[in-house]
């Protein structure tokens, strides 16, 4: 369920008209025209490119599916660079006129109930947008590309001498380590 309030006023469709004739819509949406979205994309992120069909089901309700995409930057927890990632959404829910007609619905439809006519196209595609967002900038978070150079600036233990150094070269050290490993293995 989603509403079609606070979502700016640009980008206006009526999907029932659009549907009743079968039409398709396409554009490029300022991401500043999104609410949420925008705060996620980063300043650079300009505009979602977005393509919608619209139709009607057999129980004449309207149907929008289509697809929406930006490049948006996204910040890795990992090497704290920001990362310029693609965000997708594939785009399949239908435009009811009533929280009624939403629950006769087959639950695991995606739903936006508007009540006027015309609705701002990022009140139909927002939601799939940010359930798209990545997480991490990089996109394998283990083998992000820039920790290395991370690891490479902290200081390193294994150039200190010290105690652990010692016991390593004892030929001992493997004999203690595979008594503890039995020991805690038996309790
Ligand atoms: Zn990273």
């Known amino acids: 369920m989603r509403g079609a309030m606070g979502t700016g006023r640009s980008f206006l469709l009526d999907p029932r008209a659009l549907a009743r004739s079968g039409k398709s819509w396409a554009g490029?949406?300022?991401v500043r025209g999104f609410d949420r979205l925008a705060v996620l994309a980063g300043a650079r992120a300009t505009a979602v490119d977005v393509r919608l069909d619209f139709g009607l089901d057999d129980d004449g309700r309207c149907r929008v599916r289509g697809h929406a995409q930006l490049r948006a930057e996204v910040p890795c927890q990992r090497c704290a660079r920001t990362v310029t990632r693609a965000v997708e959404a594939d785009i399949d829910l239908f435009v009811l006129a009533s929280e009624a007609e939403a629950r006769a619905l087959t639950p695991g439809h995606d739903t936006c109930v508007?009540?006027?006519?015309?609705v701002p196209v990022a009140a139909l595609i927002e939601d799939d947008l940010l359930l798209g967002f990545p997480e991490?900038?990089?996109e394998d978070r283990d083998a992000c590309p820039h920790a290395s150079l991370e690891a490479?600036?902290?200081p390193s233990p294994e150039l200190e001498d010290g105690p652990s150094r010692a016991r390593r070269d004892?030929?001992?050290a493997v004999l203690e380590d595979m008594t503890v490993a039995r020991d805690t293995g038996a309790g």
């Not at 508007?114 to 015309?118: E, F, L, N, W």
Request: hydrophobic letters at 30%; a positive charge.
């Open 28 to 30: 490029m949406v300022p």
């Open 114 to 118: 508007v009540t006027d006519p015309r």
């Open 136 to 138: 991490h900038g990089c």
């Open 152 to 154: 490479y600036r902290a």
């Open 170 to 172: 004892s030929p001992f």
